[in-house]
């Protein structure tokens, strides 16, 4: 009787056990599978923002090329300069066939063969203020300083040009690479647009220190004929100041020549005495020889008193002297 309530003990121990075991293994399966569920969402979830990502990152490829008529980083300067003298200088730069700061092909580290036009579909329609121009290059493989440039494409650059006041004017460069096959739009990471504005700045200060050397020449031109005006006027002067000293000198003679036929004479022929006194009576002083001259230095109705040529002071009678011829 003990070993049987002992069997339907352990049977019905049994049977619980296996209903546990039954209960305990369903619970574990619906965890597992729960969790199947969990992670079969979380990669539905991955996936999907894999591809959000993806369309994110291909979107400005698709639209990267029109956001250029707005101005990109680039190269922006200031210029103290006239509109002309910098758009002087940058026509110099779009003429010479060259993209400034890229390359190709490492033995060779200048890019030419490029050209100007008026337009370009790389970079849309400008529509802000000042004037814009464009110069390309077709066919350039993978150059250089362009971000992940990897194919063959064509470079893209734009010079736009503002004036700010009549002694200031801004310029700014934006550059792209645009490959043919996939039209992936590549930015340049500066090097570009600094090198085509180091090129216009070396152009511009060129032709500002060349229109300086001109001015300084003209300056020396104009200073030089300005001294020889002032030394043809400096000797007509001195010529007006010697013909008036001439001339000064002429009425001087005269002056002085008619002054010395006024107060000199000179001792008639055969000669006369040179008396003490204005008397016949005096006594002699000198006999003065025919035709000297003598300086009268008083006059009286009958007597000059005169000075010889010697010193000698004495008197002499009117009628013994003439004037000088």
Not at 252 to 281: D, M, T, Y
């Amino acid at each position: 009787m003990r070993n049987l309530e002992l069997s339907r003990f352990r049977s019905t121990m049994t049977s619980s056990w296996d209903s546990v075991l039954v209960r305990y293994t369903s619970l574990d399966w619906l965890q597992k599978s729960s969790s199947a569920v969990h992670r079969c969402s979380g990669l539905l979830m991955a996936g999907t923002l894999v591809a959000a990502m993806s369309l994110l990152n291909s979107a400005p490829r698709l639209c990267a090329a029109p956001q250029h008529d707005r101005l990109g980083p680039g190269f922006g300067k200031e210029f103290t300069a006239s509109l002309d003298e910098v758009m002087q200088a940058l026509q110099d730069v779009l003429q010479d066939q060259t993209i400034h700061g890229t390359y190709v092909f490492d033995k060779e580290r200048t890019l030419t063969g490029a050209k100007t036009v008026e337009s370009t579909p790389l970079f849309a329609p400008w529509k802000g203020g000042g004037k814009v121009f464009y110069k390309i290059r077709a066919d350039a493989i993978a150059p250089r300083h362009f971000l992940e440039s990897a194919d063959q494409g064509t470079i893209a650059v734009r010079y736009i040009v503002t004036s700010v006041n009549p002694e200031r004017t801004r310029l700014h460069i934006d550059a792209v690479f645009v490959e043919n096959s996939h039209r992936t739009v590549h930015q340049s990471d500066g090097t570009v647009e600094s090198s085509e504005g180091k090129a216009i700045q070396d152009r511009l200060q060129a032709l500002q220190f060349a229109e300086q050397e001109a001015a300084d020449a003209q300056r020396r031109r104009d200073s030089i004929d300005l001294a020889k005006q002032t030394l043809v006027r400096q000797r007509e002067d001195e010529t007006t100041r010697l013909a008036a000293a001439q001339s000064s000198v002429q009425d001087l003679e005269q002056r002085v020549n008619s002054l010395r036929h006024e107060v000199e004479r000179r001792i008639k022929a055969p000669g006369a005495a040179l008396k003490a006194a204005p008397f016949h009576s005096a006594a002699n002083i000198a006999t003065l020889a025919a035709y000297t001259e003598v300086v009268i230095v008083i006059v009286t109705p009958r007597w000059y008193g005169v000075e010889t040529p010697d010193g000698k002071r004495g008197w002499v009678p009117l009628d013994q002297l003439e004037s000088l011829p």
